[in-house]
T-cell receptor, first 114, second 111 residues
Framework: EAGVTQFPSHSVIEKGQTVTLRCDPISGHDNLYWYRRVMGKEIKFLLHFVKESKQDESGMPNNRFLAERTGGTYSTLKVQPAELEDSGVYFC????????????FGAGSRLTVL | GEDVEQSLFLSVREGDSSVINCTYTDSSSTYLYWYKQEPGAGLQLLTYIFSNMDMKQDQRLTVLLNKKDKHLSLRIADTQTGDSAIYFCAERRTGFQKLVFGTGTRLLVSP
């Protein structure tokens, strides 16, 4: 079975530009999560989709971040306009409904804002 | 609060045992997890424990949970150089699907 796929693996942009990160979860996984790790700190929750609906977006830092999950399949996370403090690694994870919520993570998208 | 705390760094010699510690704050945690991140890779689930268990063993890995002290540990027996990575503990709280992670412990295994 294919794992969680994230694209791009690394993006370097200038402050004020826009970046869109994409996540393809494991097929059949209703739950999709976005997390972020800023340099050396803990991995912080951003939001949780169940199918196409946002179940919990309490971790989204501000309105410069927009996450979508069209048709309950892949998800995108757009940052517009990007700021320096947005730099970090953005992880996507997915899980099946009803289990001990074992999350399978992607390799992450590293974002560097200059 | 949200804090899940881990020591930042651990160095051991190949063949020794490693013990990575984690403290969490929420007594309502239902599941606790250990994830491993190797350089350039995503987070790989190593093991998890349900909160009504005290211990779980899986080959070289032993997880101990002290609910009273809100303390979780991961013991790796016969540590190998391939075990060098960052280890994250995480908790899942009652009523929530999201996981709350610690800062990660970087394990360095020297030959």
């Amino acid at each position: 079975e294919a794992g969680v796929t994230q694209f791009p693996s690394h993006s370097v942009i200038e402050k004020g530009q826009t970046v869109t990160l994409r996540c393809d979860p494991i097929s059949g996984h209703d739950n999709l999560y976005w997390y972020r790790r800023v340099m050396g700190k803990e991995i912080k929750f951003l939001l949780h989709f169940v199918k196409e609906s946002k179940q919990d977006e309490s971790g989204m830092p501000n309105n410069r971040f927009l996450a979508e999950r069209t048709g309950g399949t892949y998800s995108t996370l757009k940052v517009q306009p990007a700021e320096l403090e947005d730099s970090g690694v953005y992880f996507c994870a997915s899980s099946q409904a009803g289990l001990a919520n074992v999350l399978t993570f992607g390799a992450g998208s590293r974002l560097t804002v200059l | 609060g949200e804090d899940v705390e881990q020591s930042l760094f651990l160095s051991v010699r190949e063949g020794d045992s490693s013990v990575i510690n984690c403290t969490y704050t929420d007594s309502s945690s239902t599941y606790l997890y250990w994830y491993k991140q190797e350089p350039g890779a995503g987070l790989q689930l190593l093991t998890y424990i349900f909160s009504n268990m005290d211990m779980k063993q899986d080959q070289r890995l032993t997880v101990l949970l002290n609910k009273k002290d809100k303390h979780l540990s991961l013991r790796i027996a016969d540590t190998q150089t391939g075990d060098s990575a960052i280890y994250f503990c995480a908790e899942r709280r009652t009523g929530f699907q999201k996981l709350v992670f610690g800062t990660g412990t970087r394990l360095l295994v020297s030959p």
